[in-house]
Every structure is written in structure tokens, then in C-alpha cells.
């Protein structure tokens, strides 16, 4: 990607408030949401590569899932890959006498993210959704999403500070058994069977057994939950019975750590097409976000050249908090 992209708010986390020591502080799954060759948002771009997500590119829901990254084959000993480190720290630090740049250091900080993260069984019992009773998993569902966010219920507890959690594992809008949300009505497929029939049955399950969950393991008032889109969908129908992308209005979900319940704030005109009463903007909500997390969303990193960049230029919206 471009260092000319903006961080995935995960990654400025990691940056500003990360968890430490065998646990990353953000996991990404299952998969990324490209515009063409890029994926804006979702790494840590000019940040730097070791606050990347650790990202699983499988699918939670797949029968043996498990992350092959955080086991050694069997003739490999953990005690041998910390030598071997050892010895490659000797030599890359011979090499770079004369020139230890920042991006070299960066790839230090890397590798030693990397074999933390090997050496944790607590990392890898989180990855582990065959621990969990079969009833609790039937509840969530037995689907990309569903096991997704259980395995965000187990990250959580296990200490990880920032999740994210696509819907599906490709970005859909073909099919009413796969896919995400990108719904517009393509080669005949209309908008509305999707979501009548895939989208809003495994939203309504799995999002309310994530957030009882959450709560009845006392987790729910320290943990954030944010459902969302990228953007909302065209008042008006297409010429394919369906919507289109909108960026003007749409509505996000928060619920457990730091705000209100059974609270609504802001308010569409009647067309859905423009916020009508307070409006929020993407960098509002990121505020809140950082806000809810300690961190101060005025706070300053540096870009591409030493450029100071804000890390969001909204206010947090304090109507909202608790």
C-alpha cells in the first residue's frame, strides 16, 4: 500500500496505546477490502510495519480453522528459533553500522512482535473456537460472521485491544449465501432477496448473542462494540431494483464500553438522503473511538517526510458517552 494512505484506526492504537509483552494489541480477519491494488485504512501505512493488524486471512467458520502461524513443526523448538534470532540480530546489526535507519528498526521491532506472539499459549488458546462448547458456537452461528465474532469474544477476553471483523470473507453482493454487503443489483441479482435472506437473518442472530455474550462474562462495560459500514446506500432504487453506494447518510452502531443505552443521536431528512439533525463525520466517530480508549484524538504522528498529521481532526461525540 501507499504511505500516502491514511492507518487503519487499529494501528494508531498500537502505535499510541498497545497491549505489550505476547498479545498483539490488533487482530484483523478474514480478509481486506480493496479499492483495486489498494486497501485504504485497514494497515498501518506510514506508521510503520509493526503496527500492521495481525491479519488471518481464513475463515473462522471453516472446519479446522486454526492459525498454522503460532505453532513450530515438530522438529522445531522454540528455545532454537530465539538462537537463530539472536544470531540474525548479530548480523543485521554488523550490516547496518553505517546506516540504521528507521525502517531497519522498525523490521527489528517486527521480528520481536513475531516471536513473542510464537512463543504465546495464550494467543494461540485464544485461536482456538474448537475449545468452545458446541451450544455457545450454534448461538452465534455457524458462519463466517458468526464464528467471527466469537472469536472476537475470545480475543477480547484474552487481552487483545483491537478487533476488526469483516462479514464475510469476500466482499459479496452476488449471492444470498455468501459474501458481504456490496449489494448493488449485479448481473440481475437484486439487493433485496440478499439481505432479506442472508444478510439481516445472521445479523440478527449474531449480533445480539455477541453483545449478551459480552455482558454476561462482564466484559461489556470495557469493550467498545462498533457496527458498521463503510457507507450507507442510495435513497433512490437503480435501474437493477437495488442501491448504490451513499456516503452522505447512513447510521453506526456503539454499544458497551463508555456509551448510552437504548440512545439514538442525530437524525436523517425524511428521504434518508442528508443528515438532518447532528450530523457525525467519520473523524467525529474516530475521536470517540480514540477518546473511549484513553487516547487523545488530537494527538500528533508523524507522516511520510516528517509531516506532522493529527490522528483525527473531529470532536468526540460527548452526547453519546455515558
Not at 7 to 24: K, M, T
Not at 84 to 113: C, P
Request: charged content about 20%; proline content about 7%; glycine content about 8%.
Amino acid at each position: 500500500d501507499s504511505l500516502s494512505l491514511y492507518p487503519a484506526y487499529g494501528s494508531v492504537v498500537d502505535r499510541l496505546a498497545p497491549v505489550g509483552g505476547e498479545l498483539p494489541t490488533f487482530v484483523s480477519y478474514p480478509h481486506v477490502i480493496a479499492d483495486g491494488s489498494i486497501t485504504p485504512g485497514q494497515h498501518a501505512s506510514f506508521l510503520g510495519k509493526v503496527h500492521d493488524p495481525l491479519f488471518v486471512p481464513l475463515d473462522p467458520n471453516s472446519p479446522n480453522f486454526s492459525l498454522p502461524e503460532l505453532s513450530l513443526p515438530a522438529n522445531l523448538s522454540y528455545e532454537r528459533v530465539s538462537q537463530r534470532r539472536e544470531l540474525q540480530k548479530m548480523i543485521d546489526a554488523q550490516t547496518r553500522m553505517m546506516d540504521y535507519s528507521a525502517a531497519a528498526k522498525g523490521l527489528d521491532a517486527y521480528y520481536e512482535k513475531a516471536l513473542a506472539m510464537l512463543a504465546s499459549p495464550k494467543l494461540r488458546e485464544a485461536f482456538n473456537l474448537s475449545a468452545e462448547p458446541d451450544k455457545v458456537r450454534e448461538a452465534y452461528g455457524r458462519t463466517t460472521y458468526g464464528q467471527g465474532c466469537l472469536l472476537a469474544r475470545r480475543l477480547v477476553e484474552a487481552g487483545v485491544k483491537f478487533v476488526t471483523v469483516y462479514f464475510a470473507s469476500n466482499i459479496g453482493g452476488q449471492s444470498t449465501t455468501e459474501g458481504g454487503w456490496d449489494t448493488h443489483g449485479f448481473n440481475n441479482t437484486r439487493m433485496f432477496p440478499i439481505i432479506e435472506k442472508y444478510h439481516l437473518p445472521i445479523t440478527e442472530q449474531t449480533l445480539p448473542t455477541f453483545l449478551h455474550d459480552l455482558d454476561d462474562r462482564g466484559l461489556l462495560q470495557d469493550t467498545l462494540v462498533v457496527w458498521m459500514g463503510e457507507f450507507g446506500r442510495t435513497p433512490k432504487i437503480n435501474e437493477n431494483a437495488s442501491r448504490d453506494h451513499w456516503p452522505q447518510c447512513y447510521t453506526t452502531l456503539l454499544a458497551g464500553g463508555g456509551v448510552k443505552h437504548g440512545f439514538v443521536y442525530g437524525a436523517s431528512d425524511k428521504n434518508g438522503m442528508s443528515p438532518a439533525e447532528n450530523p457525525v463525520r467519520p473523524d467525529d466517530l474516530a475521536a470517540t473511538i480514540f477518546y473511549l480508549l484513553g487516547i487523545d484524538p488530537h494527538t500528533e504522528v508523524r507522516a511520510v517526510g516528517n509531516r506532522p498529521v493529527l490522528i483525527s481532526e473531529g470532536k468526540p461525540v460527548m452526547d453519546v458517552l455515558a
